[in-house]
């Protein structure tokens, strides 16, 4: 006999046991955890794009397949945490971007396939771009391709590169003393214009204008 199948059998009489007496509490085991690793994190579509996203990146960043929300966005709203945290704890972002050495995140790549044609993913991808821009962080989307150019992949996400700036030459918010971002006016009178932004936005509203 096996040491799995010995195992198996430990288990079954366990269960049986614990079964009689009314307890149904059943003990994990390693045999009966039902998990295999994947051949890979990401899906056939997804890796393709991978392979472009590589080149296009260079060696300016490290890219980060498949990212918990939660991972990238901090919470303001302490009496609101709860609620504001589970609406972002079963989501991901295809691709985070991250500075080399400290993984601070630069900008994320969501891969659109199909699916974002359907009005229940669209009300998703709306919430997502909203969570974003809240923390002042861009999301580049890239439709789903058969075939990708690096060349294009660059010239797109080279505009994201340029934004980013050594923090030595960033304002800090004179309310919160930490870094302020730079941003791109899209709306109003000022909309095209480049301004520096709080971190803590929305709670601070403070910006400078370039
Ligand atoms: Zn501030």
Redesign the pocket.
């Known amino acids: 006999m096996t040491r799995r199948r010995q195992a198996q059998e430990f288990e079954g009489c366990l269960s049986a046991f614990f079964g009689l007496f009314g307890l149904g509490v059943k003990q994990d085991t390693v045999t009966s955890l039902p998990y295999r690793t994947k051949e890979s994190i990401l899906t056939a579509a997804e890796n393709r794009f991978y392979l472009v996203l590589i080149k296009a990146v260079e060696n300016k960043a490290v890219i980060i397949p498949k990212v918990g929300l939660q991972d990238v966005f901090a919470i303001n709203d302490r009496e609101n945490y709860r609620s504001f945290r589970n609406r972002i704890s079963t989501r991901h972002i295809d691709f985070l971007i991250c500075e080399v050495n400290t993984l601070r995140p630069m900008f994320g790549v969501e891969l659109d396939d199909s699916s974002h044609n359907k009005a229940e993913t669209q009300k998703h991808d709306l919430f997502k771009n909203m969570v974003f821009e809240a923390a002042l962080l861009p999301l580049v989307r890239v439709p789903v391709k058969q075939n990708y150019h690096v060349e294009e992949l660059k010239a797109v996400l080279q505009e994201y590169f340029k934004k980013e700036e050594s923090p030595q030459t960033q304002p800090s918010?004179p309310?919160?003393k930490?870094p302020m971002v730079r941003k791109t006016a899209r709306h109003g009178e000022f909309k095209g214009s480049d301004f520096y932004a709080?971190t803590?936005y929305p709670t601070?509203k403070?910006i400078i204008n370039i």
């Open positions: 918010c309310n919160c930490i709080c803590n601070c403070e």
